[in-house]
Structure formats: structure tokens, C-alpha cells
């Protein structure tokens, strides 16, 4: 049976620029965005945080309620290519890089199908493995969802992952139509997600 991974990094551009801090995430507001362009600046990302706040992702600074003291620091696109290509390193030391796909700079799907042998691992643990290296060598903090096709991993990560206590989401095609029954995918992504992931996300 095939098995695929898809790993997201946590609030990327925030978390690097707290990680550089040597702060934590989950307890300092922060927002990557250029105050010095005024209140009109766009967040290019937030630190869990603020999510936890109410602040959206992609906000003004001006939409940022008054009553939330948060710190500013401005986009390093050098640095984030830097952190993902350390990450990627980390997922070559356990898988061969045919079996990687660089979605974007905070997104990778992995064909792990090989690998539970391998490490004579459950696919959770193996899940678990590579969130905890991945934090271990780079203080990123990664979501995961595994399915038995790209599509149903991408599910699990955005809808189930990113809920669940451990950030590790797990969908088969039963339990799809256990849980969602006959379901569009504009329902679950949207229609421009849709359409950029065409091509190499399919039910089969």
C-alpha cells in the first residue's frame, strides 16, 4: 500500500524569526511584515500567538486591534530559502530525494511508502520522527498529514493535522467517506488550490 506524507512548517516565516530570537512561537506575538512602510504594511505572516488572539494571517498592521502588544520584523526572504533548504536536508537523511516534492518553501510531499519497513516504524511514528527532527535541528515546528494518495494527505494535514493534539493526521480512502462522504474539493481547499495543485493530486 502506498503511503504519502505532506509536511507543513508551522507559521514558517514567523517561527524562523522567532527561532532566530530564541523565542517561543506559541507565546510571542510577532508579525513578519515592514512597519516601516506604515500601518498599511501587509503581515506576511504571524506567530501562533497572535492566531491565538484572533489576529488573521495576511492582515494590515492597522487590523491588528490596539490592545495587542506584538513585535515587527521585517521579511528576510534569504533567511527562509536558508531554514527550508536545512529542513530539506533533514529529510534526506532518512529518505531518498526522488520521494520528495518541494511544494513551496514550507510545504513537502513525501512518498513514504518504503519507509515504515524500513525503520520499523508505524507510519505516526515515522510522522513523528521527522517532526521531531525537523524541530530538533532547525526549532521549526511542522504539522503532518499522511494519506494513501497525495490528495488524502493534503486532507489530513489541513483538516485533520492542524487540529489534532500531536499535529499528525492520518486518512485512508475508508475513512474519507467515513468522514466526509462524497465531497468536493472546492469544499476543502477552494478553487485556486485546486487548480494549483492539478496535475498531480488525484482520488486514485
Known sequence: MAVYMCLD???FYASVECADLGVDPFTTPLVVADASRGLGAITLAISPALKQLGV????????IPSTIEYMAVKPRMRRYMEVSASIYS???DYVAPEDIHVYSIDEYFIDVTPYSRLYKKTWRELALLFKYKVLEQTHIHATVGLGTNLFLAKVALDVLAKHAPQGIGIL???LFKEKY???NRL???GKSEVES????ISMA
Open 187 to 189: 469544499q476543502i481547499f
Open 181 to 183: 462522504g462524497i465531497i
Open 90 to 92: 533533514v529529510l534526506l
Open 172 to 174: 485512508n480512502e475508508k
Open 56 to 63: 488573521k494571517n495576511r492582515c494590515r498592521l492597522f487590523e
Open 197 to 200: 495543485q492539478a496535475g498531480y
Open 9 to 11: 512548517l508551522k507559521s
